[in-house]
């Protein structure tokens, strides 16, 4: 009895604590579950919410861009595609089958540049966003979000300039999808928006007509009206924009943009930079009327030659032909681009009055015309050349300067503002694709300077001028400049013409570079003369 009086406090001990154990874990149990479903239930809803929706994010339209006249030059085509849902891509685009379902036809959009080469330097081209611009959001254009995935971007031209007006916002629709991520249906929608169009000063006929004229040769041209106003502006050779969307079956050709030594990217009015040759002159009679280095009455008589310490500083007509001008003034100077005229006056004034008004004129700054790529011109000074060169300063040095050869080295795009200004009564505007206001500067230049200068332009499309080509024009006037600048290479030239017409009311002004194509007159100047015809019977 007493033994089995001992067992039963022993079981009694045991019941309790197993009891004690099961009361323990339904109490975890159940404040498990009050975490789950109180304190933390919202966070697993949101994780659960998470699993069964994607976003796919719909790309939006960019806008168009068009000529004055509306021509459309830059636009989107609308462009259905057959797809799939993949629940880590989103939609992706598959082989179109018979039963394919409607709602998975999605719409997206293509980037057509519709006359490729012959607006290729206005329009630019847009390109794919790479991975560091992924997910990012450009300062100045907040309001279209950040950058997605298929995001695509300008890269050059006026798709790089006014990329945030031209970009669109993207929409994003939101999908629900099962524990295996299969597409269940669409639970909302919020639609792209299309990007702004933006509306240029382009002339579309005379821009076609500048390209069909250039034929592929190694030039530059600009047309403007005298306030800066952009009507054409290309450089050849150009190149298809189309390639930087879609090059399937044209590999090739998009590789050798980069590979051909003709340079087809490189924009030549805005980033080549050249001696302007005769074309400076303009700027060479203005600094010696303005320096008091020369009067309107000043005469020169020329011999063919200059010679300093032994060196003879010619002037091309006795070059070419051995032939001298004898006795000549401003006017003449500038109808026969007479060099040792030139030569005089610029020793007259010393190289730095030269330097300070080719700078007034602006040959060392940008136009800022609204493309990218526009890179800054060298004007010279004996200063410049004593740092640079380690050099001091010659007269031959002053010479060279003086007829727009030595250091001098701009853009086309900076002497073509030179003739703006000279159309414009002295204001010198910057240049602009789209239709708002330039910034101008009067340069303070005496009206009777002016018209000295006007005058020589005026004769030197002339018979007894340089510029042959405009010889039995009849109207409109035309005043002009041609140019003929040394290069690097043995007898080998830039050909240069720039002109504005008509010379009592200009509208035009219309500057020509052919790249190491010869004499200005013989090459750059029939070119400006084919243009000339079409503005006036087009």
């Known amino acids: ?68 006249d509306g021509h459309e030059i830059v636009t989107s085509e609308r462009v259905a595609k057959t797809v799939e849902f993949s629940p880590i891509e989103g939609y992706k685009k598959i082989d179109a089958t018979e039963d394919t379902p409607a709602n998975e036809v999605i719409y997206d959009y293509k980037r057509l540049y519709p006359f490729g080469h012959e607006f290729a330097y206005i329009t630019g081209y847009i390109a794919e966003i790479n991975k560091e611009e992924l997910g990012k959001v450009d300062q100045d254009c907040r309001e279209k979000g950040v950058k997605t995935l298929g995001s695509y971007i300008g890269r050059s031209g006026l798709e790089s300039t006014y990329d945030c007006e031209l970009r669109g916002v993207v929409g994003e629709e939101i999908v629900e999808v099962d524990t295996r991520g299969n597409r269940i249906r669409t639970l909302g929608r919020r639609n792209p928006i299309p990007g702004h169009d933006i509306t240029t000063t ?59 030594e003709r340079l087809p990217l490189f924009n030549r009015v805005l980033a080549g930079t050249y001696h302007p040759g005769s074309l400076f002159k303009i700027v060479t009679s203005i600094a010696g009327f303005e320096a008091g280095a020369i009067d309107t009455d000043f005469e020169y008589v020329d011999t063919g030659s200059i010679t300093v310490d032994d060196y003879n500083y010619t002037n091309w007509y006795f070059t070419q032909y051995g032939g001298t001008e004898g006795e000549v003034d401003t006017i003449r100077a500038l109808a026969r ?54 050099e001091r300063w010659y007269l031959g040095n002053t010479y060279h300067f003086s007829i727009g050869q030595g250091d001098l080295a701009i853009t086309p795009a900076a002497i073509h503002r030179v003739f703006m200004a000279m159309a414009n009564d002295g204001v010198i505007c910057d240049l602009s694709l789209i239709d708002d206001s330039n910034n101008c500067e009067d340069l303070g230049i005496k009206k009777e300077y002016m018209a000295i200068v ?30 003929t600048a040394e290069t690097l290479e043995e007898d080998v030239t830039h050909a240069w013409f720039s002109m504005y017409t008509p010379v009592d009311d200009p509208k035009y ?20 003369r084919e243009i000339v015809d079409y503005l006036y019977n087009p």
Not at 6 to 19: E, G, H, I, T
Not at 35 to 60: F, M
Not at 454 to 475: I, M, S
């Open 454 to 483: 006007e005058e020589g332009l005026k004769q030197a499309c002339n018979p007894g001028g340089t510029a042959t080509p405009f010889f039995d024009l009849a109207e409109p006037d035309i005043a002009c400049k041609t140019g």
């Open 337 to 390: 681009s007479t060099d040792t005229f030139y030569y005089k006056i610029g020793e007259l004034m010393g190289a730095q009055t030269i330097t300070d008004w080719a700078r007034k004129f602006k040959l060392d700054k940008k136009t800022n015309i609204d493309l990218p790529g526009e890179v800054l011109g060298l004007v010279p000074s004996p200063e410049w050349k004593k740092a640079v060169k380690g």
């Open 1 to 68: 009895m007493l033994g089995n009086a001992s067992v039963k406090p022993s079981l009694s001990w045991l019941s309790w604590f197993y009891r004690g154990v099961v009361i323990i874990g339904l109490l975890i149990l159940i404040g498990r579950l009050i975490e789950l479903q109180v304190i933390k239930g919202a966070y697993y809803r949101g994780l659960a919410d998470g699993n069964r929706a994607r976003t796919i994010t719909i790309q939006a339209p960019r806008g168009k861009i068009l000529t004055q």
């Open 202 to 260: 382009i002339d579309f006929g005379l821009q076609k007509k500048v390209a069909e004229i250039m034929n592929d040769q190694l030039a530059a041209v600009i047309v403007s009206n005298t306030e800066g106003k952009v009507l054409a502006l290309h450089s050849s050779p150009s190149f298809d924009p189309n390639l930087f969307i879609d090059s399937t079956g044209r590999s090739e050709d998009l590789s050798s943009l980069f590979t051909d």
């Open 509 to 528: 002004v219309i500057t020509v570079l052919v790249e190491k194509g010869g004499g200005g007159s013989d090459v750059a100047a029939p070119i400006a």
